[in-house]
């Protein structure tokens, strides 16, 4: 009976951590891992880029022209590294 109960709760465990501990961690290629961390970083890359093209527009209402600038050149920088974190994805999709 006990038994049992423990197996469930591992089982579900499992299913529902999907970061590197335990066993999933052999099961999984490293390139498949990078691959989902890349595609992660990319959604929230992209949604603080917008925010920071939000923000600047408000500071630009505000009168802070200076400030919105400077949050202009970060979405700029942000859409850089979203292009690299891009390429790194093509790359990670032609290893697997």
């Known amino acids: 009976m006990n038994d049992h109960h423990h197996h469930g709760h591992d089982n579900h465990h499992h299913d529902h951590h999907d970061s590197g501990q335990g066993s999933g961690q052999s099961e999984m290629p490293m390139s498949e891992k990078l691959s989902k ?48 974190l891009e390429r790194a994805g093509q790359v990670l999709a032609d290893k697997s």
Not at 41 to 69: C, F, I, P, S
Request: net charge negative; hydrophobic share 45%; aromatic share 6%.
């Open 37 to 84: 961390m890349v595609q992660h970083w990319l959604k929230h890359n992209a949604d603080h880029a917008a925010t920071y093209r939000q923000w600047a527009e408000r500071a630009r209402q505000a009168g802070m022209a200076d400030v919105a600038e400077i949050l202009e050149s970060v979405a700029e920088d942000s859409q850089a590294i979203n292009s690299d």
